[in-house]
């Protein structure tokens, strides 16, 4: 049995397949015009989707999806976000500011899990160990899987305030007051905490969707639909690599229970990785330069401001750093160069060499048919270091075990050592290129290599952040 007839519309679904920050909102933003409405179905304000474009400049969007300069496109945000009433007010003043408008195209379903200012307190007192964004998406997800506390509800939903505000206010204040108890959590001024949820609350609530079956109705009628993933695979909070990971699911399945739709209508999975890799937040990364170094080095920028920052490390001498036999000082060289700080903290992403077992997992888990892969213009930088070729992971070595997949516990996966091949490095600058047929041939091996090792076909590659900057090959 199926519900599509022959007008109806379709989904695809596009993910992260690695650890993040692999540039899909720019991806979202150069495919958007062949769909109708982008929808988010995981996440929150967690979520950094950087767009550049010449004439907009650089947009930073956390909750609303990557379609804003689209103007004849709906946006979605489905029940399995995390919404921040507070966060998306400021957003949406950020994105009229620019002279958009999102009236009529925003929709944020009514199911959607809100996140209360105590998810906020909770998070930042004790999502240290994994090193969370501070969003309090983690307490949210929990809130939502607890449900009640006896008869005390935990859980408020978009379209609980819509219905009942005033109600439910008491309950987010109620939970506020409990939670500052529970965890001894300092709240300067509560009153003026919830006065500002409430406030946010109000400014977003006329984009509630009430129909729960809005999107489901859309493609039965036709609309194409681009779900847009957050965070990415490896970041799975059952697949990734637990428990260094976020509180939603990210895989390709869940972008249909978290987006509302049926999955009869899935057609395909697009997956984006980035040339050299990069990862916040703690956790297993087998080809990290530097392994425990950096992950340590990266993790102690937190704090009061970042020791390790940008400012600081864009003082080193480059073509020394970068020559280095040592891999860490190699890795601090290459994330200079590839500009790899967070956007709000600027604390120091860990770096890493393309990883082809991760990369494969991700694949085939999801069913990706078609890869895109970012930052192809940095591989350059390779023909800078010591051994002047490009890595690449193509198995792991366990215990002196020679494995192809991506070990269950994370324990393993921190002893796992990658065995790495060499590809001949280029020098060129493709920045400027648009063609591929332009590339300059080590580059058309790497992609040639990548698309042998995973059965997938490579349909883009970026070779820059701003939007222009994409090779089409067969998107
Ligand atoms: P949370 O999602 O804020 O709970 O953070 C959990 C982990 O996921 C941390 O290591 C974060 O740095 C990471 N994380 C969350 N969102 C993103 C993202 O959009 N890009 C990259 N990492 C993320």
Redesign the pocket.
Known sequence: MTTQNSNSGYADVLL?LQ???EGKARVVDFIAPEYDIIARFN?GA????TIETKEGGKVALNQVPSAIFHEDKLMYIGSGCALNPVKLKIEIEKIKNLGLNLEGRLHISCQASVVQPHHMYI?AAM?GA??????G??PCYADKANRMHRDKLLNVRTGDLNDDAEHFYRIVETNLEDAAQAFDLQIPNPNEVMAEFMEGFEYIKKYIQPDTLFLQRKVEDGAKVLFEG???VM?DVTKGGVP?????NTIAASAYSGGDLSLNFHRKTIGVAKAIMS?????PFATEFGREESEKYCMTSEGDGPKYGKAVEEKYDLDELIKSENEFEMGKALRILSGEYGTVSTRPRRIGAFDIVQLNYAVKMNDVKELIINKCDLLKEYSRTAREKIPLAVSYNLDDEEIDYVPGSVSAYYRVKPVLEYLESFSEDISGIRNYEELPQPMKNFKEEVEKLTSCKVVGVGVGPEREQFINISL
Do not use: C, E, P, W
């Open positions: 992260g650890y993040g920050d996440g967690n979520a950094g989707h998070d999502g994994i090193g969370s964004t501070k969003n998406i983690g957050a965070q990415a970041l260094y990971v976020t509180s939603s990862r916040v937040g703690h956790g």
